[in-house]
């Protein structure tokens, strides 16, 4: 896994998730296909193959630029602003 600057600027222990599935998609009435969380915040958004693309939007309406999947049995983190998969 690569390391990038915004990884040990995170919240430890990391934040709580604020729900349990991406509350965007549920006003508008989609489904996400799988979810993100973010590590700086905890907000729970839906990953780019879902059609709304909650979390990247979060990242550009906010900068918090790391997040972790937030589906069972994974546990990879991504930076958006590095584009890597990081540790």
Same mark, same amino acid.
């Given at each position: 896994m690569?390391?990038?600057?915004h990884?040990p600027?995170?919240?430890?222990?990391?934040?709580?998730?604020?729900?349990d599935? !991406?509350?965007?998609c549920?006003?508008?009435? /989609?489904? @996400?296909? #799988?979810?993100?969380?973010?590590?700086? !915040?905890?907000?729970?958004?839906?990953?780019? /193959?879902? @059609?709304? #693309?909650?979390s990247t939007?979060?990242?550009?309406?906010?900068?918090?630029p790391?997040?972790?999947?937030?589906?069972e049995?994974?546990?990879?983190?991504?930076?958006?602003v590095?584009?890597?998969?990081v540790?």
């Amino acid at each position: 896994m690569n390391e990038c600057p915004h990884v040990p600027a995170l919240p430890r222990p990391e934040p709580e998730p604020r729900s349990d599935t !991406c509350p965007e998609c549920l006003a508008v009435g /989609s489904h @996400p296909v #799988q979810l993100r969380k973010c590590l700086v !915040c905890g907000h729970v958004g839906c990953c780019d /193959s879902s @059609p709304y #693309q909650h979390s990247t939007h979060h990242f550009e309406q906010t900068g918090h630029p790391v997040m972790r999947s937030f589906e069972e049995g994974e546990d990879w983190r991504w930076c958006f602003v590095d584009q890597l998969i990081v540790g």
